[in-house]
């Protein structure tokens, strides 16, 4: 059976499941198109080249647009989770199914159908995002038994924070940008919320009160201390904080009012992305298990869609899937060779450039779904010097209190870090256990560590495992190959634009490393494309 989902809107993106293994999960975002980009006919394109034949299902992802004098629903909506339509229809000629859940029941079904496949006689579903905050109750034929609401627009009112903060955002008529919750994320490990005084705590709870962020009410808070005084100032430090506690308490109460305890707890929405709120979840110890799939954001919903409308037919939603489930890179053009010296890689010659200072690109295979570089997109980097973290924040041109996750072989995980567990997918904080990996350690000791095994990545691991041989531990700076609000970087001219304006020493693409020459290489007299 051959199922294609589409996500229409921002993320756009289609998802491809074949007879239960996903094929293809393509964000409209990716190969250097803008951030958060709307599905495109390129994708659409895309997904055609790939795939043999006509897909037995076409499951369009429920979604609004503005329009007129209110919202126009796409397919079954933005709410509703068990709002189901099936019908049939011709596809170029093909009858097949055409089936549609809404937005909501995208990512209840993305965070279930990608979870281990076990039996449970009921699942709980935590979706929150920029429109919807609740829990739902799952049964075990899949269907919502049970809907939570806790907080509308949590991750709004999480970036609203920011726009408080930010002397360029206006007073009234406009939206925050749901990016900035990163940042606050990150500001947030520089304050303390024990140090928020009365004024900062009440307009802190009043961001939970407020009716809506579309648009966002800040001249509302104009007697807020974080009010235009800078989102790096102590005041809002503190806020951020303090709000970040806040929204998981409120969501913490609702699941021991309303759940019963020892649930498997399953994560999507935006909000999933937050390693703090992922961390806190997983320590609290009220459900039996807690799982959040590496593209809890509107990027997986597409997969969601797919995996409902497999669910619907056959009654089992669970998919054998990789993270890696993107294009292979597109080699459109060669790098120059007056430029780049061209050799086959050599991972222990690498690791040694590597711990000298190098800064380099690395692309392999296909790319990975979710919006975090986990070892085929990255840019790689020694993990001891501040500066390197200083130096990966200029050329991603971002702000200098983000921190620089790191990618850690699971063999050395316990020697470096406190927590020793698997994350791949790099979803949850936890401590160093050394102060001496200070461009991975966020200021308040922590870090968003992606663990490599061999047989996830088997390129990277052997990177790690020389680097480990050289320095004792298998730990690198990871952090995405995309130029600044574009997606990931899928072909060699874009690579080498990259690399080039950006000041790389080298890039590393499948088995090839292209090292910048200096004054003192000979320029190179061989074909470009020998060992290609």
Not at 91 to 107: A, D, M, P, Q
Not at 315 to 342: K, N
Request: proline letters at 6%; charged letters at 25%.
């Amino acid at each position: 059976m051959l199922v294609v989902g589409i996500k229409p809107g921002h993320d756009g993106s289609m998802a491809v499941i074949e007879d239960g293994r996903l094929a293809l999960a393509l964000e409209s975002e990716k190969d250097s198109f803008a951030r958060h980009w709307h599905l495109t006919p390129t994708t659409l394109l895309q997904v055609a080249e790939r795939i043999g034949e006509i897909p037995d299902i076409i499951a369009l992802g429920g979604w609004r647009v503005a329009g007129g004098s209110g919202h126009k629903s796409v397919g079954s909506g933005y709410h509703g989770p068990n709002d189901l339509v099936q019908r049939g229809t011709r596809l170029f000629g093909k009858e097949v199914t055409y089936f549609s859940s809404s937005h909501v029941r995208s990512h209840i079904m993305s965070a279930i159908g990608m979870a281990p496949g076990e039996a449970h006689p009921q699942q709980a579903v935590l979706v929150w995002e920029g429109v919807t905050g609740g829990f739902y109750l799952v049964d075990d034929g899949f269907r919502v038994v049970h809907e939570i609401p806790v907080l509308a627009e949590p991750g709004a009112r999480y970036a609203f924070l920011f726009a408080v903060a930010d002397p360029t955002f206006p007073d009234s008529g406009a939206v925050p940008d749901l990016a900035v919750s990163g940042k606050l994320m990150a500001l947030a490990a520089y304050g303390d919320p024990e140090e928020a005084d009365e004024r900062t705590r009440r307009a802190v709870d009043r961001i939970f009160e407020v009716d809506t962020i579309y648009p966002a009410p800040k001249a509302e808070f104009r007697d807020a201390p974080f009010y235009n005084v800078g989102v790096e100032s102590d005041a809002a430090k503190t806020a951020a904080a303090l709000l970040n506690r806040q929204v998981f308490e409120v969501f913490a109460d609702a699941a021991k009012e309303h759940l019963p305890p020892g649930l498997p707890l399953r994560i999507a929405g935006g909000c999933g992305l937050n390693c703090d709120w992922n961390t806190l979840w997983r320590r609290s110890g009220y459900f039996s298990s807690v799982f959040v799939p590496p593209c809890p954001n509107d990027s997986g919903s597409a997969v969601g869609n797919a995996i409902d409308a497999l669910c619907t037919v056959t009654g089992d939603p669970y998919i054998d899937w990789s993270v890696y489930s993107g294009l292979e890179f597109e080699w459109d053009t060669e790098p120059d060779p007056a430029t780049w010296r061209r050799s086959s890689l050599d991972h222990r010659e690498l690791a040694q450039a590597i711990a000298g200072g190098h800064v380099t690109a690395w692309v392999q295979g296909r790319w990975e779904i979710g919006p975090r570089a986990l070892g085929n997109r990255s840019i790689l980097a020694e993990p001891f010097r501040s500066a390197t973290r200083d130096r990966l924040n200029s050329i991603k041109q971002r702000e200098s209190y983000r921190p620089i996750a790191p990618c850690c072989r699971i063999e050395d995980v316990g020697q470096v870090f406190h927590d020793d567990f698997p994350d791949p997918y790099m979803l949850y904080f936890r401590m160093l256990r050394s102060t001496d990996m200070r461009a991975v350690t966020h200021t308040d000791g922590s870090a968003r560590v992606q663990t490599v095994r061999r047989e996830d990545n088997q390129p990277l691991h052997e990177l790690l495992s020389a680097f480990s041989a050289q320095h004792g531990a298998g730990i690198l700076c990871n952090t995405s190959l995309n130029f600044k609000g574009m997606g990931f970087i899928n072909r060699m001219s874009d690579l080498v634009e990259f690399c080039e304006t950006r000041g790389l020493d080298g890039m590393v693409v499948g088995d090839t490393w292209f090292r910048r020459r200096t004054d003192s290489d000979p320029a190179s007299l061989t074909d470009p494309r020998q060992g290609k």
